[in-house]
């Protein structure tokens, strides 16, 4: 996997854990900044 890949899931991981809404910037959802996909996060 891409370090991305893993940074993305470790952030989602932790977000859904700790029960934390991850932001949203500049009409961009923040797991786009890791060019991933909700698909792949799941």
Avoid: R, T
Avoid at 11 to 35: I, R, T
């Amino acid at each position: 996997f891409k370090p991305a890949y893993i940074a993305a899931g470790a952030m989602y991981l932790a977000a859904k854990v700790s029960n934390v809404k991850l932001p949203c910037h500049g009409g961009k959802v923040w797991w786009q900044e890791f060019d991933v996909s909700p698909f792949q996060l799941e």
